[in-house]
């Protein structure tokens, strides 16, 4: 498509570092700055309503997780085709999807979401922040579609969460974690949120560290202005939590945050 090949143009390089950001950011002007305004925002504003409500009622008939899944990969699936980022996956063959690893994913963009629908080849659930249930439609469909609700202000409220998390990855479904807790607001990893890693060490499943690349350039905080560019999800190696109890959670977490961020650097 024309905006991707706009795109590739303007990048010359996909990289993390932030001067190659500075200097990729130089090429979007007004152009593409009322190309996100007035098409790529209503659209995904369209798609979150449109699917949004239509799938409260179907999701009453038949598995009701599986069909909220369907739902949701397939508008994440119309944004990724909106916005024109193409997207490179490395290293999904390291991974054995039929078991239910926890994916540790650096988080930098609220694009991120569709990123992980569309490119994870598999049922799952993620662990997101109380406050999203605020939010008309995406706070109902995360209530309705068996996520974990986090509330990281009073973590005593979110033991039934828990509980349901651990059961959920005992019986086999898989679960997306963003250890740092929010969004970057530099683009920069940060630090791993203690207990971040509780769940896969309560279930003893292994971790696989998930590097998302582009998206903080994509569409950072603060802003509705999506520029098309390429993207990439780096998949690494499973770690395992064998032997790791809570004691040493903190040195779980530090070898989780370094392979997350080696995948992230890595050129």
Not at 83 to 110: F, L, Q, R
Not at 152 to 159: A, C, L
Request: hydrophobic content about 45%.
């Amino acid at each position: 498509m024309d905006n991707a090949v706009e795109a590739a143009e303007a990048t010359p390089r996909l990289t993390s570092s932030r001067p190659a950001t500075a200097a990729v950011s130089r090429h979007y002007g007004w152009p593409s700055r009322l190309r996100s305004y007035l098409i790529f925002d209503p659209l995904i504003w369209m798609y979150t309503v449109v699917l949004g409500i239509v799938s409260i009622p179907v999701s009453l008939f038949g598995n009701q997780g599986r069909i909220l899944h369907g739902f949701a990969r397939f508008w994440s699936w119309l944004i990724m085709k909106t916005i024109a980022s193409p997207t490179k996956v490395i290293g999904m063959e390291k991974v054995d999807t039929s078991k239910p690893y926890v994916y540790a994913v650096n988080h930098a963009s609220a694009l991120d979401i569709p990123v992980l629908y569309v490119y994870l080849p598999f049922e799952f659930r993620i662990a997101f922040k109380k406050e999203l249930l605020s939010y008309p439609i995406v706070g109902w469909h995360l209530n309705r579609s068996g996520q974990i609700c986090v509330d990281q202000q009073n973590p005593s409220r979110s033991i039934g969460s828990i509980r349901a998390a651990l059961k959920s990855l005992k019986s086999g479904m898989p679960l997306v974690i963003f250890p740092e807790g929010g969004r970057t607001p530099d683009g920069e990893i940060k630090p791993f949120l203690p207990g971040a890693l509780f769940l896969a060490i309560k279930a003893q499943v292994d971790i696989v560290p998930v590097a998302l690349v582009g998206t903080f350039d994509l569409l950072p905080m603060n802003t509705y202005h999506i520029k098309c560019r390429p993207l990439e999800m780096r998949v690494g190696q499973p770690i395992s939590t064998a032997g790791y109890t809570l004691r040493n959670m903190e040195a779980l977490s530090d070898r989780v945050h370094k392979a997350v961020e080696d995948l992230y650097k890595r050129g």
